[in-house]
Nanobody, 131 residues
Framework: QVQLVESGGGSVQAGGSLRLSCAAA??????MGWFRQAPGKEREGVAA???????RYADSVKGRFAISQDNAKNTLYLQMNSLKPEDTAMYYC???????????????????????????WGQGTQVTVSS
């Protein structure tokens, strides 16, 4: 069973920064990412490593957010800069299964123009950005 544990959320003023971390029980290089969901809104893929290990971003966060990973620590990160009130949401770390160039799983999360599927995700960490 994959375990994903997020941390690093909190409250920050607009323009500020946060770094989210996701500790994984297993090593992943591909098909890992972050999605978010705000109350009353659809889930939105924020950033991901696709089946080829390339980074994918939602248009709304390009240039502001950066996804990275430390394979030695089995940890995924999301550096979030220039935060805006509309970034307020619960942020989830997620993992899918690499199948060739694609990521499979039962949970489809479009991330930018990339359709990534996940089959594991964590409990989430809340990010609140005030104006």
């Amino acid at each position: 069973q994959v375990q994903l544990v997020e941390s690093g959320g909190g409250s920050v003023q607009a323009g500020g920064s946060l770094r989210l971390s996701c500790a994984a029980a297993s090593k992943y290089t591909y098909c890992m990412g972050w999605f978010r969901q705000a109350p009353g809104k659809e889930r939105e893929g924020v950033a991901a490593f696709d089946g080829d290990g390339r980074t994918r971003y939602a248009d709304s966060v390009k240039g502001r957010f950066a996804i990275s990973q430390d394979n030695a620590k089995n940890t995924l990160y999301l550096q979030m800069n220039s935060l805006k009130p509309e970034d307020t949401a619960m942020y989830y770390c997620a993992a899918g299964t690499k199948e060739g160039r694609y990521c499979s799983g039962g949970y489809l999360v479009p991330t930018g123009d990339y359709l990534i599927r996940y089959n594991h995700w964590g409990q989430g960490t809340q990010v609140t950005v005030s104006s």
